[in-house]
């Protein structure tokens, strides 16, 4: 046992701590009558780097062939956006969309610069129709220069970090998936990033090869900037032709050089091209995929009850005060389903990993394909699922955050 000395409160401490009160308020007297700041740097940088929305206005809109379009947008100052949040090169945006009685949100990459944000204050969206795309085939449709839309914050991480990454990195794209590759080759251009990208674009034909004209500028710039363009459907001089394997991949990688391969493209590129690095001995360090959004046959997974993509369920969504019944199909996302009863549930990503749309599931059961689960240890704890990326397999109960 130690022995401890409490010094007793002497006339000396008593005679300090009254002066105490008259001191402090000496010093509020003396104090300037300046207003308090409303508010703070670190504060408004925050907010100006990571807004919860933005609202834009599509400045104008240019067609990339039949089944594809380009839009800039640019701040919507009269909805409350003065200026467009900064973004790394590979970052997308979530559009905020109400399709008749649908609301929903979908992902698309900036395909721009990010000192177009910073400078120029645009961003620049290329839109490619999805098969069976419900919010493509509207936005292709109807979005036009003048038109308002809202948005996310830049979101993702899919980009370039030095940290981690190669100083090579070997680009593997297919169809809309080229998008966040024109920004990074962009970035790379200006200064803003720093390695080397070489960049593999499947396409069926030449015909079908979205923003070529952009990246031959850009190539013609920078020496740091290549793209090889690898057709399966057309046989011509100067393109590789059938799919992207792994013999294609080690031909453009950087000789003996270690490299990064980051992926953007449809699902069955990656599960063809995951196979083929496998051959590569590639760090998993190395090897980056960008979100492909909402799984679209969960049949194809081995693991997927049998017979239950042909159901229907009910499903019990309480959001704050409000409580409504809907309908689920087995063969679409749960996120889909509130999406479609005009439900605003929240979603960023809708692959399975940013954890905007967690909701807790209160009864009933679900699929998740565990590739795509990027749940956290609390929402296992608590009874938490993310809806963009689980499939009903039975009846549900819900409770589900309100949008702010």
Same mark, same amino acid.
């Given at each position: 046992m130690k022995n401890f000395h409490i010094k007793p409160i002497g006339l000396l401490d008593m005679l300090e701590f009254k002066k105490m009160v008259p001191n402090r308020q000496k010093i509020i007297d003396a104090a300037p009558a300046a207003p308090l700041p409303q508010s703070w740097p670190v504060n408004d940088a925050a907010k100006a780097l990571h807004p919860a929305r933005q609202f834009l206005t599509v400045e104008n809109v240019t067609d990339r062939g039949p089944d594809a379009k380009s839009y800039v947008l640019v701040p919507d100052p009269s909805a409350g956006t003065d200026r467009l949040a900064f973004f790394r090169a590979g970052q997308y945006l979530s559009i905020r969309l109400k399709i008749g009685d649908s609301a929903l949100t979908r992902p698309y990459s900036i395909c721009s610069a990010p000192l177009d944000a910073l400078n120029g204050g645009k961003y620049a969206l290329t839109i490619k129709r999805a098969q069976d795309g419900f919010a493509s085939d509207y936005l292709l449709a109807n979005l036009k220069a003048g038109d308002k839309i809202e948005a996310s914050g830049?979101?993702?991480?899919?980009?370039? /970090?030095?940290?981690?990454?190669? =100083?090579?990195?070997?680009?593997? =794209?297919?169809?809309?998936?080229?998008?966040?590759?024109?920004?990074?080759?962009? =970035?790379?251009?200006?200064?803003?990033?720093?390695?080397?990208?070489?960049?593999?674009?499947?396409?069926?034909?030449?015909?079908?090869?979205?923003?070529?004209?952009?990246?031959?500028?850009?190539?013609?710039?920078?020496? #740091?900037? #290549?793209?090889?363009?690898?057709?399966?459907?057309? #046989?011509?001089?100067?393109?590789?032709?059938?799919?992207?394997?792994?013999?294609?991949? #080690?031909?453009?990688?950087?000789?003996?050089?270690?490299?990064?391969?980051?992926?953007?493209?449809?699902?069955?590129?990656?599960?063809?091209?995951?196979?083929?690095?496998?051959?590569?001995?590639?760090?998993?360090?190395?090897?980056?995929?960008?979100?492909?959004?909402?799984?679209?046959n969960p049949a194809e997974f081995s693991d997927y009850p049998s017979g239950a993509m042909a159901n229907q369920y009910k499903v019990k969504v309480k959001m704050r005060n409000m409580e409504?019944?809907?309908?689920?199909?087995?063969?679409?996302?749960?996120?889909?389903?509130?999406?479609?009863?005009?439900?605003?549930?929240?979603?960023?990503?809708?692959?399975?990993?940013?954890?905007?749309?967690?909701?807790?599931?209160?009864?009933?059961?679900?699929?998740?394909?565990?590739?795509?689960?990027?749940?956290?240890?609390? /929402?296992?704890?608590?009874?938490?699922?993310?809806?963009?990326?689980?499939?009903p397999i039975s009846d549900l109960e819900l409770d589900v955050p309100v949008v702010d």
């Open positions: 830049p979101e993702g991480a899919f980009y370039y /970090d030095p940290i981690r990454d190669a =100083a090579n990195v070997v680009g593997i =794209a297919g169809g809309s998936g080229i998008t966040p590759f024109l920004s990074m080759a962009a =970035a790379i251009a200006d200064g803003t990033e720093d390695f080397c990208l070489s960049i593999l674009y499947g396409s069926r034909t030449k015909d079908d090869i979205l923003l070529r004209d952009e990246f031959d500028g850009i190539a013609a710039k920078t020496d #740091k900037v #290549k793209v090889i363009h690898v057709l399966s459907e057309e #046989k011509a001089e100067g393109f590789e032709y059938g799919f992207i394997t792994a013999e294609l991949i #080690k031909k453009h990688s950087p000789g003996n050089e270690e490299f990064s391969v980051f992926l953007c493209g449809p699902q069955q590129m990656y599960s063809f091209v995951d196979n083929e690095l496998k051959l590569l001995d590639l760090q998993a360090k190395y090897i980056r995929h960008e979100l492909f959004g909402s799984v679209k409504r019944e809907i309908q689920a199909n087995g063969s679409e996302p749960v996120l889909v389903a509130l999406e479609r009863a005009g439900i605003m549930a929240p979603s960023r990503c809708r692959s399975g990993e940013c954890g905007w749309c967690h909701s807790r599931l209160i009864s009933g059961n679900v699929y998740t394909p565990s590739s795509l689960d990027g749940r956290r240890a609390a /929402d296992y704890t608590f009874g938490y699922f993310h809806p963009c990326c689980a499939f």
